[in-house]
Every structure is written in structure tokens, then in C-alpha cells.
């Protein structure tokens, strides 16, 4: 994943003139960048001392060491008054805009503006959350944000260095709490495991026990064939009853348009039965599991907390669940 700041570029080593600018500055206390300005554009010690409340041997010294730094005079005594040297007459100008430029660059950014500005987040979660979640803040971002880019994928998540590469993963708290201390977390929505029926399929009851379900031709969520089942009931806990799916896919969807056009069932979190039974000639039937439940969270890894707009995402997220069915 690239966010809008970053990118794939390999990293290289400074070229030779950059090495020799460092050199350089580390020779130099930049502090007296500010004392030279005003140098140049007072041509006086005393006033110079006056502007930023020094001493005036403070002032002497300071130009001492950038006589050093520099290798020229800068001020030079003419009669009463200080002349500058030909070489500080070409600084000023450079080094107005330096100061200006430093001064932007240190300057602490102010709050991130989502009608302004321009951030692309990515968001790593099962296709189920996408369909729930990306009409709802695509909708808000087109009111609110019209330059932020949301892109949901799917990658594999083990630990808090995973999350780095990505903005935000959305998936149940019991794997989520797997992925270490580095991580921060916000609860979104509550759901639970249901089995969908064809609504054709009359032969399905409202209600079936483990048995019944196990003695059905099924259909069952598989996110990879590298998932141990101890994570796969982590990120779906009905998962121990689907011994023998006759079809796994690792799309909560497709298990959708599998039931509706076919004898089989299939066990989804309720939000999704009931968004697919809109789309799809499909029936809700309950499960008589006691392990069904589900939290679902967003995570995030806090080396990236500082990126530019995230906390503002954190309450986007909360307010697009607010508006969810």
C-alpha cells in the first residue's frame, strides 16, 4: 500500500553534493542563520543586540563564529559606521528566503481540512465490510471530503509491522487482539454468524441445530489455504462446523450467489445475510451455536498514527457505523 505521501522507491544513498552540504552544515550552528540576517540588515552589533535582547558581546561572538563559518568579514569598520563585504551583500537576499523557507517547513502543520486536502487511505478488511462500509463513506466524502481516495484490499495480516503497510484493518476483535501491543483499536459494530438458505429451498428449517447444518450440502468462507483453523475460528467462530464445505471461496458475497442459485447453505455475519438477501432470492435461518458472536474493530499500527489525516478517518469510521442498518 502507498499512501498519498509515500511510495515503492528504493532507497539510495545521497549524492555527492548533498554528502558536502551536510559536511558543511554540520560546521555551522544554524541558530545564527536569524543573527545574520539581522547583521545584514542593520549593519550594526548594537542594533542587532537590541532587536533579538542580547548583549552586545553575545552579538560578537555570534558574528566571530560566522567570520569563521563563512571564511569573510561580513561587517567591516568604515569611519563611524559598518559596511558590508562584497560577499554579504550577495547573502541577504538567499537568506531571507532561506529563513522563510525553514520557518515553513518547522512550522507545526495545522489541523488536517478533509474539504481541502488530499489523502489516500487504505483500508485492508473482508469484502463483507466493504460492501457495508463503502457506500456509506464514499457518500460522506463526496459531501464532506472530495479529494480523499478510500482503496479496500485484502492482504495478509499477522502482526503490527503488517499494519504498516496499510492505513486500517477491519476484522473481528478476537483476531485483531492476535496482532500485538503496537496496535491502536476502535470498536465499530457487533454481529453474529447465520446460516442463508436459497428462498426456494423450503427444505431448510428456521432454525438448525449443528447436526442439521453438518448433514446439509454447505457452502464456506475460506480466507487462505495457509490459515490455520485456529485462526480461522478467531476471524469466524462458526468455522469448527464446516467440516466438509462442498465449495470454499475466500468471498463472503460469492457464498451469496452460490446459495441463491443452488440447493446449498452457507454460514455469513448477520449484516451480510441481510444485505445479501436484498440483492439475492435468499432467507435468513438462525443457528443453534453458542460461539456465533463477533465484534468488529478497526486497527491501525501506531508507528503510523502521526500520518497526515488518520485521526480524522478514526471519527469517519465512527460516524459511518452510526448510519449503518
Same mark, same amino acid.
Given at each position: ?16 553534493? &548533498?554528502?558536502?552540504?551536510? =559536511? ?9 542563520? *536569524?543573527?545574520?540576517? +539581522? ?11 537590541q !532587536? ?18 563563512l571564511?569573510?568579514?561580513i561587517? /567591516? ?15 541577504a537576499?538567499p ?6 523557507? #525553514? ?13 481541502? +486536502? ?16 463503502? *457506500?456509506? #463513506? ?6 464532506? =471530503? *472530495?479529494? /480523499?481516495?478510500? &482503496? ?7 502482526? =503490527?509491522?503488517d ?10 476483535? =478476537? ?27 423450503? %427444505? /431448510? ?15 464456506a ?9 485456529? /485462526? ?8 469448527? @462446523? ?19 442459485? !443452488? ?15 436484498? %440483492? ?21 499500527? @501506531? ?13 469517519? @469510521?465512527?460516524?459511518?457505523?452510526? &448510519?449503518?442498518p
Amino acid at each position: 500500500m502507498a499512501t498519498m505521501a509515500e511510495t515503492n522507491e528504493p532507497m539510495t544513498a545521497p549524492m555527492t553534493g &548533498e554528502r558536502e552540504l551536510a =559536511a558543511r552544515l554540520r560546521k555551522v550552528n544554524l541558530d545564527l542563520l *536569524p543573527v545574520l540576517h +539581522e547583521l545584514l540588515r542593520t549593519r550594526s552589533v548594537t542594533r542587532t543586540a537590541q !532587536s533579538f535582547n542580547m548583549t552586545q558581546p553575545a552579538v560578537s561572538r555570534a558574528l566571530r563564529q560566522l567570520r569563521g563559518a563563512l571564511d569573510d568579514q561580513i561587517l /567591516v569598520s568604515s569611519g563611524r559606521n559598518a559596511r558590508l563585504t562584497d560577499r554579504a551583500e550577495t547573502l541577504a537576499g538567499p537568506l531571507a528566503r532561506t529563513l522563510g523557507e #525553514l520557518d515553513l517547513l518547522l512550522t507545526p502543520a495545522g489541523p488536517f481540512d478533509p474539504a481541502t +486536502e488530499a489523502v489516500h487511505f487504505v483500508i485492508n478488511t473482508a469484502d463483507y465490510v466493504a460492501q457495508l462500509l463503502a *457506500p456509506v #463513506l464514499t457518500g460522506i466524502c463526496a459531501r464532506e =471530503a *472530495p479529494h /480523499v481516495v478510500l &482503496e479496500f484490499t485484502w492482504l495478509p495480516t499477522r502482526n =503490527a509491522d503488517d499494519l504498516t503497510v496499510v492505513d486500517f484493518m477491519i476484522g473481528p476483535r =478476537a483476531f485483531g487482539q492476535t496482532l500485538g501491543k503496537r496496535i491502536g483499536s476502535l470498536p465499530l459494530w457487533r454481529d453474529e454468524m447465520v446460516c442463508v438458505a436459497s428462498a426456494a429451498n423450503r %427444505a /431448510v428449517p428456521a432454525r438448525l441445530t449443528p447436526a442439521q447444518f453438518q448433514a446439509m450440502r454447505y457452502v464456506a468462507f475460506r480466507r487462505g489455504l495457509r490459515m490455520s483453523q485456529d /485462526v480461522q475460528t478467531l476471524v469466524q467462530p462458526t468455522s469448527p @462446523l464446516e467440516i466438509a464445505p462442498v465449495c470454499t471461496v475466500p468471498n463472503f458475497l460469492v457464498l451469496g450467489a452460490i446459495v441463491a442459485q !443452488s440447493d446449498c447453505v452457507a454460514l455469513v455475519p448477520r449484516k451480510v445475510a441481510r444485505a445479501l438477501a436484498r %440483492a439475492e432470492r435468499l432467507r435468513i435461518v438462525e443457528i443453534a451455536y453458542p460461539r456465533k458472536q463477533l465484534h468488529i474493530d478497526a486497527y491501525w499500527s @501506531l508507528a503510523t498514527n502521526g500520518r497526515r489525516g488518520r485521526a480524522w478517518f478514526r471519527e469517519l @469510521l465512527a460516524r459511518a457505523v452510526a &448510519e449503518l442498518p
